[in-house]
């Protein structure tokens, strides 16, 4: 039986980034469709006021860890998670499982040319049958539907979603079924990474949290209002958590 915590009102799997690879080997194989999502201490923060997100988020089958400050708040909570489990790592680690597996994947989202680069480059390396299709991430509100019926013909096994929050959670949460996919996971800005197009923090770096830090420094006129915000509110909550069940 999985084991579940709850920060700031949201539950969070008890979960190792193996643990969580052999749930969704068996969903693929079983052809039972599931949901991923991680959370970091930005999206626990707009979970808060965002009732559209929340709902999105909770009703997911695997939610993992993806920062390190939820790591740290688990554990000054009293319920410690046992590993941060990031998005584009468990990405990473599933393309390789692909390839092993003979599973086909769907890359949608991000710019044109990230996610046709991002399709070369697994291709390059990996061959092109772990590719069932792509599509690049900007569409109107109306395209929803055509876009959900070209994944579902795709019978791809694995569905990668590239948008920003909350427009991902909340799509995958609308169409899941449509879909008809074995596995569905939302990769946030994983694909400019797998691109080139973002450079991420040293494992040192990722190690201590500090990969907010790192993207501070690469785009500090954009970064610094987002994580100023977001951080103070994040430790505010925690510590607003954690002196209620003190008292309790």
Known sequence: MRTRITIMKAPVDVLTMHE?????????REKRSIQHIVVNAAKLVHMQSDEELYNSVVESDIINADGMAVVWASELLGTPLPERV????????????AADKNYRIFFFGGREEVVSEVVRKYTSIFGEEII???????YKREEERAIASQIAASKADILFVAISSPTKEIFLNTY?????????????GSFDVVAGKV????????????????????EPRRMWRRYLITNSLFIFYIL???????FK
């Not at 879909?179 to 939302?186: K, S, T, Y």
């Open 20 to 28: 969580t690879i052999e749930i969704i080997d068996d969903s693929i």
């Open 86 to 97: 990031s998005g584009v790592d468990l990405m990473q680690e599933l393309v390789i499982l």
């Open 132 to 138: 069932a299709g792509y599509r690049n991430g900007y």
């Open 176 to 188: 899941k079924q449509e879909l008809n996919v074995p596995f569905i996971m939302g990769v946030g």
């Open 199 to 218: 450079k991420r923090a040293p494992k040192w770096m990722q190690k201590r949290g500090l990969e907010w830090f790192y993207r501070l420094i690469q």
């Open 240 to 246: 607003k958590e954690r002196i209620r069940k003190f």
